[in-house]
C-alpha cells in the first residue's frame, strides 16, 4: 500500500513543480533588446524653441558688427538665419555670401537686417506682418515683397527671431523664442 502512495504524491509534486517553473518569470526567455540598448528610433521634436536648450546652441553667427563676437544661435534663430541668408540678404545686409548686395539701389534703402537703433523700436508684430504682407499692404515701399504665400508663419517667427537676436544694439525685449541666452554686443 505504501509504495503506490509514495510513487502518486512524487509525481503529483513533480508536475507541480514543473508547471510552477515554467510560469516563473525567469523561464520566460526573450530574444528582444532590452529597454536599456538604445534599440528604439525615437522621434525628433521640432518647434518648442524650450526643448532645446538643454541640448545647448544649435550654431554661431558673427556679430555684424564685430566677427570676433560670436552669437550663439538656437534652433529657431538658426532656422531664421538660414531662410535670411535665402531670401533677405539681397536687400537686407551690404553684402552676401556671393558678392555684393543689391540693397544701395533700393529706395528707401532697407535697414540692415541688424540695425537694432530701428528693428528694436518695431513690434514682433509690426516685422511679422511686413514680413508677411509685404511693404505696400503695411503702407510702406512696394520693394519690401510680402513673404506670406511662400514662407511659413513659423519660418516667419524664425525669421524675427534671427532679427531679434542679431540686433545691435541688442534687442532689449524677451526675445522671442525664449532662447534664454543673453547677447553680448560688444562694440
Ligand atoms: C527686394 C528687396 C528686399 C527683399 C528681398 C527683402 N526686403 Fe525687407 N525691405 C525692403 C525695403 C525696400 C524695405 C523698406 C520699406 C520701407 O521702409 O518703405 C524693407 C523693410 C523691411 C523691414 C522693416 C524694417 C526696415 O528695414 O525698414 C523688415 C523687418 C524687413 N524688410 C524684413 C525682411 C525679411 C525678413 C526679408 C526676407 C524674408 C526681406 N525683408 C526681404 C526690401 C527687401
Redesign the pocket.
Known amino acids: 500500500m505504501k509504495i503506490p502512495v509514495i510513487y502518486v504524491s512524487v509525481l503529483i509534486g513533480s508536475l507541480v513543480l514543473s508547471f510552477a517553473v515554467k510560469n516563473s518569470k525567469a523561464s520566460q526567455a526573450c530574444w528582444c533588446w532590452s529597454q536599456g540598448q538604445g534599440m528604439v528610433a525615437k522621434p525628433i521634436v521640432h518647434r518648442v524653441s524650450k526643448e532645446y536648450l538643454s541640448y545647448g546652441s544649435y550654431g554661431m553667427e558673427p556679430d555684424w558688427s564685430n566677427s570676433q563676437n560670436l552669437l550663439p544661435l538656437n534652433y529657431e534663430q538658426e532656422q531664421g538665419k538660414r531662410?535670411?541668408y535665402q531670401?533677405?540678404?539681397?536687400?537686407?545686409a551690404d553684402s552676401t555670401p556671393s558678392g555684393p548686395s543689391?540693397?544701395s539701389n533700393?529706395?528707401?534703402?532697407?535697414?540692415?537686417?541688424n540695425?537694432g537703433e530701428?528693428?528694436n523700436k518695431?513690434k514682433d508684430i509690426?516685422?511679422i506682418r511686413?514680413?508677411a504682407e509685404g511693404?505696400r499692404r503695411v503702407g510702406?515701399?512696394a520693394?519690401?515683397?510680402p513673404?506670406g504665400e511662400t514662407?511659413s508663419m513659423d519660418e516667419?517667427y524664425d525669421?524675427?527671431a534671427y532679427?531679434r537676436v542679431i540686433a545691435n544694439p541688442a534687442y532689449p525685449g524677451n526675445a522671442v523664442s525664449g532662447s534664454g541666452l543673453s547677447v553680448n554686443h560688444s562694440k
Open positions: 531662410i535670411f531670401q533677405c540678404v539681397w536687400c537686407h543689391n540693397r533700393l529706395t528707401p534703402i532697407p535697414h540692415l537686417m540695425d530701428a528693428l518695431m509690426e516685422i511686413i514680413i511693404g510702406r515701399s520693394m519690401m515683397p513673404y514662407l516667419i525669421l524675427l532679427i
